[in-house]
């Protein structure tokens, strides 16, 4: 799927928010050139390094170009400027205000480009009291109230950095819609996608138990706040996970297990009374989970169609049978000619994801031609 093919994209962007929007992009077929600083994106130095490369910087930078230009150096600014001037696409997660400063903001650019699309990825957003303000992924989850419903007792940050994910995810989504409303009007916008409103607006079922219940929701583990059975349970050997999210299931539950008088239970009756009673309920049933293995629950539970899965590791999750049926871990080569894997597109169109088309960029290894597209592009406007 290259439906983003002629697009070009100008990515001012660091370390994960902004450079995962930019690969969504590239990822549909969007050209996407990205302006580093001369010592490179600072996730260039995260491990895991194989030799010299890191493949954490290389997760979210396939499909791009990429230039080294100094901000500062007159020369690479108006460089900067040209880019911005013949793209259809800007994206950039420096704090509000650096990119006014140096004359590449939305105002600026509008004035060249009166059809630019400008997102603006940020802790806190363009505007408001928290606008100065920097965050990183674990600051957002703490600010956001992810925190505060992660984990079992002491406050836990959920392991995959949610808030700059689910940032990327909104701005390249709004992206997308931009583009076929500046096809319409050919009149360009500002997206203003902060980690905290996206980290909130994930939160739907969170927010919805605010607003009708005047509460916070609790901190449950792996529990759910609207249904039980359904979180991790203990078998004999270990954790599995079941979710008997419905009557059916849970009366499956009881049968499976030979409690069926679990259904009479007046406190059970109903999906809202066992969310309510949960830890009661959960360790009832635990009790007979520790009969048998886990392998053996997800066995019996999986084939009467109860919904239940194995707690994996993401070594197991990169073997998982489903991820290989998908293809969606795909080979590709390092800048340094080392042979990786990485997981690309989870999207599938017509049965098949998207392939990757280049691998993530050595520093500056496209700037040369970059700036030869700029060199031509200033002729063809003189």
Same mark, same amino acid.
């Given at each position: 799927?290259?439906?983003?093919?002629?697009?070009?994209?100008?990515?001012?962007?660091?370390?994960?928010?902004?450079?995962?929007?930019?690969?969504?992009?590239?990822?549909?077929?969007?050209?996407?050139?990205?302006?580093?600083?001369?010592?490179?994106?600072?996730?260039?130095?995260?491990?895991?390094?194989?030799?010299?490369?890191?493949?954490?910087?290389g997760s979210v930078n396939r499909n791009k170009r990429s230039i080294a230009m100094d901000l500062k150096s007159p020369t690479d600014l108006e460089i900067a400027r040209d880019l911005c001037a013949g793209a259809q696409v800007v994206i950039e997660n420096n704090r509000p205000g650096v990119m006014d400063r140096l004359g590449l903001g939305y105002k600026d650019i509008k004035k060249v480009n009166p059809a630019i699309i400008y997102c603006s990825i940020s802790a806190f957003g363009t505007e408001g009291p928290y606008a100065k303000r920097g965050g990183f992924d674990l600051v957002i989850q703490a600010e956001s109230g992810i925190m505060s419903v992660t984990g079992e007792e002491?406050?836990?940050?959920?392991?995959?950095?949610?808030?700059?994910?689910?940032?990327?995810?909104?701005?390249?989504?709004?992206?997308? =819609?931009?583009?076929? $409303?500046? *096809?319409?009007?050919? @009149?360009?916008?500002?997206?203003?996608?902060?980690?905290? &409103? %996206?980290?909130?607006?994930?939160?739907?079922l969170q927010t919805s138990e605010f607003f009708g219940t005047g509460t916070s929701a609790p901190r449950m583990g792996s529990r759910h706040p609207r249904n039980a059975p359904y979180q991790a349970f203990k078998a004999s050997d270990g954790y599995f996970a079941m979710a008997a999210g419905n009557d059916k299931l849970y009366a499956d539950v009881c049968r499976i297990i030979d409690?069926?008088?679990?259904?009479?239970?007046?406190?059970?009756?109903?999906?809202?009374?066992?969310?309510?009673?949960?830890?009661?309920? =959960?360790?009832?049933? $635990?009790? *007979?989970?520790?009969? @048998?293995?886990?392998?053996?629950?997800?066995?019996?539970? &999986? %084939?009467?169609?109860?919904?239940c899965g194995k707690i994996n590791s993401y070594k197991e999750a990169m073997s998982h049978p489903q991820v290989?049926?998908?293809?969606?871990?795909?080979?590709?080569?390092?800048?340094?000619?080392?042979?990786?894997?990485?997981?690309?597109?989870?999207?599938?169109?017509?049965?098949?994801?998207?392939?990757?088309?280049?691998?993530?960029?050595?520093?500056?290894?496209?700037?040369?031609?970059?700036?030869?597209?700029?060199?031509?592009?200033?002729?063809?406007?003189?």
């Open positions: 799927m290259q439906s983003l093919e002629g697009v070009r994209v100008v990515e001012f962007t660091n370390i994960l928010s902004g450079p995962y929007c930019g690969m969504l992009l590239s990822d549909m077929g969007a050209d996407v050139i990205k302006v580093e600083k001369p010592t490179g994106d600072d996730m260039r130095f995260w491990p895991p390094i194989t030799e010299g490369y890191s493949e954490n910087f002491d406050p836990v940050k959920c392991g995959v950095p949610i808030s700059d994910v689910a940032t990327g995810l909104y701005g390249a989504f709004a992206i997308a =819609a931009a583009l076929r $409303e500046v *096809e319409k009007t050919g @009149k360009g916008v500002h997206i203003d996608a902060s980690m905290l &409103g %996206a980290s909130i607006g994930i939160a739907a409690r069926m008088d679990l259904l009479d239970r007046p406190e059970f009756k109903t999906t809202a009374l066992r969310a309510k009673n949960q830890y009661e309920l =959960a360790e009832i049933v $635990e009790q *007979e989970f520790a009969k @048998k293995t886990a392998a053996e629950w997800l066995d019996i539970f &999986g %084939a009467e169609g109860v919904p290989e049926h998908c293809g969606w871990v795909q080979p590709v080569t390092l800048p340094n000619g080392v042979e990786t894997k990485t997981f690309g597109s989870p999207l599938r169109f017509d049965h098949v994801s998207p392939k990757i088309q280049s691998a993530p960029p050595a520093l500056d290894s496209h700037g040369a031609e970059i700036r030869a597209e700029v060199a031509e592009w200033r002729k063809k406007r003189a």
